[in-house]
């Protein structure tokens, strides 16, 4: 990640109020938190350590964050930080409603980000069971979206 980036998820944060963010990758950690006064994020940035755990089972998703909750319903929760958006134009209807059926390559809404649209997909099959993010709203990193019982 280099220095540009940083600066624009900085100029992001500051117009959505967000007050932390935190993007993992493979080989870098980089944690960006404001004070209560709204000032300009403190940094943090680490470098993974190697650590010998114990093999666990891993569940992995190719993009989206998803996860099962206890009641047995699946989170799809937000890839990044962004605007969120229900539909493609304010004229169009929204991609899914509740009780919409959606499979892993459904779109199920829009994230904006930097200026970009960003479809995301379901990633998971089942009914939609909740909308938990009003449209225009920000929504940050692994906030969930939509919740859907597997089918």
């Not at 080989?27 to 209560?36: H, N, V």
């Not at 993974?48 to 699946?74: H, K, S």
């Not at 089942?126 to 938990?132: F, S």
């Amino acid at each position: 990640m280099d220095l540009k980036d940083i600066k624009a998820i900085i100029d992001l944060m500051k117009k959505n109020s967000i007050t932390e963010f935190e993007l993992e990758r493979q080989d870098s950690k980089i944690k960006l938190k404001r004070g209560l006064n709204g000032g300009t994020p403190a940094m943090q940035y680490d470098e993974p350590a190697i650590v010998n755990a114990p093999a666990q089972p891993l569940i992995m998703t190719t993009g989206n964050a998803v996860q099962v909750a206890a009641t047995g319903e699946i989170d799809i929760k937000s890839p990044m930080i962004g605007t969120f958006y229900r539909a493609p134009s304010p004229e169009a209807g929204s991609y899914v409603e509740v009780g919409s059926e959606v499979n892993a390559d459904t779109v199920v809404c829009i994230i904006e980000a930097m200026k970009v649209m960003n479809e995301i997909k379901a990633e998971v099959k089942g009914i939609v069971t909740q909308v938990l993010v009003e449209s225009g709203k920000p929504v940050e990193f692994g906030q969930p979206l939509f919740k859907v019982r597997p089918n």
